[in-house]
């Protein structure tokens, strides 16, 4: 009985893998693709800001965030 149930279901669970194993080969790709072109554009924006503080542009004026150390912000040790 457990045979025949075994050699019923058989292609149903081949698909269901075959379906499971590309889903997970399209989500990685994805993830690789995305990290890519989000890095990308940071890059060329990190360029474009340093470019425009090495020409002189204020910070406030220039929409450049500088980033502020802060307590805890070195992985919750005081450095004090």
Do not use: K, N, Q, W
């Not at 060329?44 to 502020?68: K, N, Q, T, Y």
Request: proline share 2%; glycine share 12%; with cysteine.
């Amino acid at each position: 009985m457990d045979d025949a149930l075994t050699d019923e279901y058989a292609p149903s669970r081949f698909y269901a893998v075959l379906i499971a194993a590309f889903s997970t080969t399209g989500l990685g790709l994805m993830a690789i693709g995305l990290f890519v072109v989000l890095s990308h554009a940071v890059a060329r924006r990190a360029h474009e800001i340093s470019l425009r503080v090495a020409l002189g542009c204020v910070a406030a004026r220039c929409g450049v965030a500088r980033a502020r150390e802060r307590p805890g912000a070195a992985g919750g040790r005081d450095r004090g």
